[in-house]
């Protein structure tokens, strides 16, 4: 099986122990995780060739987050190096009524001065299948735009498919480009997109048609159906538009399930109810990952391939850090309907 590509920038994580608010916190755990690295670990779990592709420091913290991809099985060798800093993000995990809360500290980080022309990515994309990127790339420079666009561009010369995470990020978006300005122009060349109701308002001006999509924490599936329509009579080249769906019921508690749609029929997997969340941060990710397994695994069955990637992602909200740790086996025992969490022995 030929190779996935994933690009964007992996972070240090620095998280206070146990549910701690920043402000009890007296030391904090470190992990290195980032949107796109998160869907290269879980493909590299599944036993897919995958490469990650960002820019690091040439120090000591960006060779941790370099190793961290290895001891995961994540191709590292066409990493480049170079820039001052790896990026950092504070997380404060919430519990119940208490959201979790993220601060950024990523600004002249290594990857956001990255500039088109670092990297060859026709030397990168030689026996490569698959492309992944998400909207959280763009988001951080004009330069990491560039380069995710010539990465795009040279994906379709070479006929890979494409895929992205919508992911907006209002935090992000700090270097006078609003989305609407960068992001359709990327977006025009995905075969792939992955994306929820807020992306789509935010990144397009799209709105679903005569609905709220949510009602609390009960979410139909049916009225996502517009937005995914709209988005692709705005992209004809995507070929199929998911989007997760998450009922909030509070932070340690979410109903999850998602639907594909691919111009003609809407697939809608199982709802699963998630009622003790260890870590939601990478669900998307998790989702992506377990698609793209799907997609590639069972090309002709996308109900399959949407259900494996709900599935993966349910698993990764059970599982702390930013990145799915589990095998292709764990997310076919909760397909099966075996959701007892009895002890493997």
Not at 211 to 240: C, I, N, W
Not at 260 to 284: C, F, M, N, Q, W
Request: with cysteine.
């Amino acid at each position: 099986m030929k190779r996935v590509v994933t690009f964007g920038e992996i972070m240090l994580r620095l998280t206070p122990p146990g549910f701690k608010r920043f402000s009890q916190a007296n030391s904090f755990e470190a992990i290195y995780g980032g949107g796109e690295s998160n869907v290269a670990v879980s493909l590299a779990n599944y036993g897919m060739p995958v490469d990650f592709i960002t820019r690091l420091p040439q120090n000591d913290i960006g060779d941790c987050a370099l190793m961290e991809m290895r001891k995961r099985g994540v191709g590292t060798d066409k990493i480049i190096r170079g820039g001052e800093r790896l990026g950092i993000y504070f997380l404060e995990i919430g519990a119940v009524s208490r959201g979790s809360k993220v601060v950024y500290d990523r600004a002249h980080s290594a990857m956001a001065t990255i500039e088109a022309g670092m990297i060859d990515w026709e030397l990168v994309f030689k026996d490569a299948q698959w492309f992944h990127w998400t909207g959280i790339t763009p988001a951080i420079s004009q330069g990491a735009a560039d380069a995710c666009l010539e990465a795009i561009q040279m994906a379709n010369k070479m006929g890979i498919t494409v895929s992205t995470d919508l992911n907006y990020r209002k935090k992000l978006w700090k270097y006078g480009k609003a989305p609407g300005e960068v992001m359709p122009e990327l977006v025009a060349g995905c075969d792939v997109i992955l994306g929820n109701e807020e992306d789509a308002e935010k990144h397009f001006g799209l709105h679903p048609e005569g609905v709220d999509v949510t009602h609390g924490h009960s979410v139909d599936p049916e009225s996502y159906l517009s937005v995914l329509k709209q988005l692709m009579e705005m992209f004809p080249r995507a070929k199929k538009v998911i989007t997760t769906l998450r009922g909030s019921i509070s932070a340690s508690h979410n109903t999850w399930s998602g639907v594909l749609y691919d111009g003609k029929t809407l697939y809608k997997a199982p709802s699963y109810e998630i009622t003790h969340i260890v870590d939601r941060v990478g669900g998307g990710d998790s989702f992506m990952g377990g698609l793209i397994y799907g997609l590639l695994t069972n090309p002709n069955d996308d109900q399959k391939a949407l259900n494996f990637a709900v599935a993966a992602s349910c698993l990764k909200h059970t599982i702390y850090g930013d990145a799915n740790l589990v095998t292709v086996a764990e997310v076919e025992k909760l397909l099966s309907g075996d959701a007892s969490g009895r002890v493997s022995r």
